[in-house]
Nanobody, 123 residues
Framework: QVQLVESGGGSVQAGGSLRLSCTASRITNRMTWFRQAPGKEREGVASIHTDTGSIYYADSVNGRFTISQDNAKNTLYLQMSSLKPEDTAMYYC???????????????????WGQGTQVTVSS
């Protein structure tokens, strides 16, 4: 079992920055940030392997968002810069404890999810 707790969401104007945090109750394998805007499907944003450090980004955020981790604190971060109104969504962190080969952005890969934190970007 893994408990995930996100924090750091809020409201910001376009062009601004926010940093999200997700603290896990134990060590995991791959951790990923997803987001879901109203009326849209949940999509993968950024992912990191907690052991190897391999990182993936969605094309829509590459170059603007940075995923990182503090293994000593079992904490995942998402630094979001140059935010756009289309980044508005509920952001979730998810954890995979297995050595799955399912693509990082597939929802079915993850058994553990946080409660979400809202990010709102105004124009």
């Amino acid at each position: 079992q893994v408990q995930l707790v996100e924090s750091g969401g809020g409201s910001v104007q376009a062009g601004g920055s926010l940093r999200l945090s997700c603290t896990a109750s134990r060590i995991t394998n791959r951790m990923t940030w997803f987001r879901q805007a109203p009326g849209k499907e949940r999509e993968g944003v950024a992912s990191i392997h907690t052991d190897t450090g391999s990182i993936y980004y969605a094309d829509s955020v590459n170059g603007r968002f940075t995923i990182s981790q503090d293994n000593a604190k079992n904490t995942l971060y998402l630094q979001m810069s140059s935010l756009k109104p289309e980044d508005t969504a509920m952001y979730y962190c998810a954890a995979d404890l297995t050595f799955s080969t399912v693509p990082w952005g597939a929802l079915r890969r993850y058994n553990y999810w946080g409660q979400g934190t809202q990010v709102t970007v105004s124009s």
